[in-house]
């Protein structure tokens, strides 16, 4: 099955700089690879994806890059606020997104921003 | 996209009890995901729900520990039974890849 391991499992930024967490994949029939931030007491949220077809995509601050080549990819986030401080994930899936496929996460990255 | 409502938000258990959880969609879905997060880690799936037919679960849950209703295309059912303090966990309910319950956080004493 598929193994997606993610780094740094903490990491901690001043406010303004940029953070940025890498994940890899093993199984190469992953075609989505989704990242949410999850704060505390509560589920999950997908912040930004990218589809296998795609090498990068960006949303405001937020960019992801993907290696399929290599079989990772990341997140960076420019400019970062305190309220960016949470858990962050990424995850693998052999689905296009959507309803019907399930995810395999990464352990996860512990992000403060300090003020 | 899809709004869940997943009840109880938490909940603690004396072991050997059972607890049900509820995951409310408002639209119909085809398909629904049960995880558990366990303290500090990531998420791991348990078992996908299909309306219609047996859950089919991942490696290491079983189906009498973790039965699993899928009665409709807007709701579904986890229950955790015969509790015992190692299934304390955050369990959540999703609907495919963007749209997570808000968990229920479960502590089992």
């Known amino acids: 099955g598929e193994n997606v391991e993610q780094h740094p499992s903490t990491l901690s930024v001043q406010e303004g700089d940029s953070a940025v967490i890498k994940c890899t994949y093993s199984?190469?029939?992953?075609?989505?690879f989704p990242w949410y931030k999850q704060e505390l007491g509560k589920g999950p949220q997908l912040i930004i994806d990218i589809r296998s077809n795609v090498g990068e995509k960006k949303d405001q601050r937020i960019a992801v890059t993907l290696n399929k080549t290599a079989k990772h990819f990341s997140l960076h986030i420019t400019e970062t606020q305190p309220e960016d401080s949470a858990v962050y994930f990424c995850a693998a899936s052999t689905g296009s997104g959507g309803s019907n496929y399930k995810l395999t996460f990464g352990k996860g990255t512990l992000l403060t921003v300090n003020p | 996209s899809a709004v869940i409502s997943q009840k109880p938000s938490r909940d603690i258990c004396q072991r050997g009890t059972s607890l049900t959880i509820q995951c409310q969609v408002d639209?119909?879905?085809?398909?629904m995901f049960w995880y558990r997060q366990q303290p500090g880690q990531s998420l791991t799936l348990i078992a996908t729900a299909n309306q219609g037919s047996e859950a089919t679960y991942e490696s290491g849950f079983v189906i009498d520990k973790f039965p699993i209703s899928r009665p409709n295309l807007t709701f579904s059912t986890l229950t955790v039974s015969n509790m015992s303090p190692e299934d304390s966990s955050i369990y959540l309910c999703?609907?495919?890849?963007?749209?997570f319950g808000s968990g229920t956080r479960l502590t089992v004493v």
């Open positions: 199984d190469s029939a992953s075609n989505y």
């Open positions: 639209s119909q879905v085809t398909m």
């Open positions: 999703s609907v495919g890849t963007d749209t």
